[in-house]
């Protein structure tokens, strides 16, 4: 349950920090052992995912993938 709850409350870090104008990189698949050996050593603290947030080089930034459209959505639902 802490890790689904965990989840929720990145994602909420994430929605708020995109209202806010910054750029948000949630990641998983990383060494979530050493990251809890580098940083929470000698406490229960697990890593779920790590977040990077900051201002992206708009040039390097891909576009944003192609998304239905309400009409098109509606029709799925």
């Known amino acids: 349950m802490a890790m689904r709850n965990g989840s929720l409350q990145g994602a ?3 929605l ?3 209202a806010l104008g910054l750029d948000c990189w949630p990641m998983s698949g990383f060494d979530n052992a050493g990251v809890e050996r ?5 406490t229960q603290i697990k890593s779920n995912f790590i977040c990077s947030l900051g201002y992206a080089n708009p040039e ?18």
């Open 12 to 14: 909420y870090l994430i």
């Open 16 to 18: 708020a920090t995109r």
């Open 38 to 42: 580098e940083f929470f050593a000698g």
């Open 60 to 77: 390097a930034v891909h576009p944003r993938g192609p998304r239905l459209t309400f009409d098109e959505a509606g029709l799925l639902a």
